[in-house]
């Protein structure tokens, strides 16, 4: 009896390291680990969540109210945002900054312009979120579908406020530098400079050890000049889109990443290589370990669209 209950035990057992192991993932990569959100003071009042499967945010705390930048990729999550943000704060909620048109970066501005929040973007992330909704709504359906969260929720909230070349916002005596360098990951991204602090929010040009998606860019090279000149700054500490906390050889190391990966998708459409050909080469093996490069299909097939066509895959009109 008991070596019947031992033997239908250890079966039982099999069967579920078999699934566990089937259900691992087996490129290499860290996109599917659990990785619980996290807040950090990386300054005196400015908080960085990190949010391993979703995107990351920031908001600054001073005495007359609080800057959030980027709010999350429904109006549910940026709910759980503002629950966090009133952890550290009960001030009122007064500036929204939207870095880029990336659904998962805005798509929570509902909640916060409830909360009475100013927007501000640059001119043309203005521009994209209003022509790339219906492509930012098409990408995130697997989201949607996912969490249960109902599209019909998200709301398109426009800036109230855009700038060109460089804005400046003074909240409660503290001093912050929204910036923009030229093309990097879309053709405009707003850097966030926090001058005294020493910190940048970088949103979508980089994040710390994770592959970003390359089909919206008009120019791979300014992308890689932009992360070279974010390393130059008088800045230690760099708050990614994706990924945790990075410092100056993080960013240039992505700024190494994105070279290599424009390097070799020209050197493969200059010998006449198909997309496929180039995929199958895993010209990018030595970045496997590099969070999304389970997508690097859909990344070779988007810049090797360009490079074919001369058109950015997601352009901007």
């Not at 807040?39 to 499967?53: K, M």
């Not at 709010?71 to 759980?80: I, L, N, V």
């Not at 927007?119 to 995130?140: V, Y």
């Not at 909240?171 to 530098?177: E, F, K, N, S």
């Amino acid at each position: 009896m008991k070596s019947r209950i031992m033997r239908t035990l250890l079966c039982v057992l099999s069967l579920f390291s078999a699934l566990a192991h089937a259900q691992a993932p087996t490129d290499g990569s860290v996109q599917n680990k659990e990785i619980p959100i996290t807040v950090t003071e990386v300054a005196p009042g400015l908080f960085f969540q990190y949010h391993h499967q979703g995107s990351n945010n920031a908001w600054l705390v001073t005495d007359d109210g609080v800057l959030v930048i980027d709010t999350r990729q429904h109006p549910k999550h940026a709910e759980e945002l503002l629950v966090a943000i009133r952890k550290t704060t009960d001030k009122p909620i007064k500036w929204v900054i939207n870095t880029h048109a990336h659904g998962d970066h805005y798509f929570g501005n509902g909640v916060f312009k409830r909360e009475g929040a100013t927007f501000i973007a640059h001119r043309d992330t203005a521009g994209m979120m209003q022509s790339h909704l219906p492509i930012e709504m098409k990408r995130r359906q697997g989201f949607f579908k996912q969490t249960g969260f109902d599209p019909k929720e998200v709301q398109l909230i426009l800036p109230d406020i855009t700038f060109d070349t460089t804005a400046t916002i003074t909240l409660g005596g503290r001093t912050v530098a929204l910036l923009y360098l030229g093309p990097g990951q879309n053709p405009v991204d707003t850097l966030v400079h926090f001058p005294k602090e020493r910190v940048i929010f970088t949103g979508g040009p980089f994040s710390k050890d994770s592959w970003p998606n390359p089909s919206f860019t008009p120019s791979m090279s300014n992308w890689v000049v932009m992360l070279r000149k974010m390393a130059a700054m008088d800045v230690d500490k760099f708050l990614g889109g994706h990924g945790d906390i990075g410092n100056k050889q993080d960013v240039l190391n992505q700024a190494q990443m994105m070279s290599d990966f424009d390097a070799g998708l020209r050197d493969g459409v200059k010998k006449g290589m198909s997309r496929e050909a180039i995929f199958k080469s895993e010209p990018f093996a030595k970045y496997k370990d590099v969070r999304n490069y389970f997508r690097m299909n859909l990344f070779i097939n988007s810049y090797y669209h360009y490079l074919t066509t001369g058109k950015v895959e997601n352009a901007y009109p």
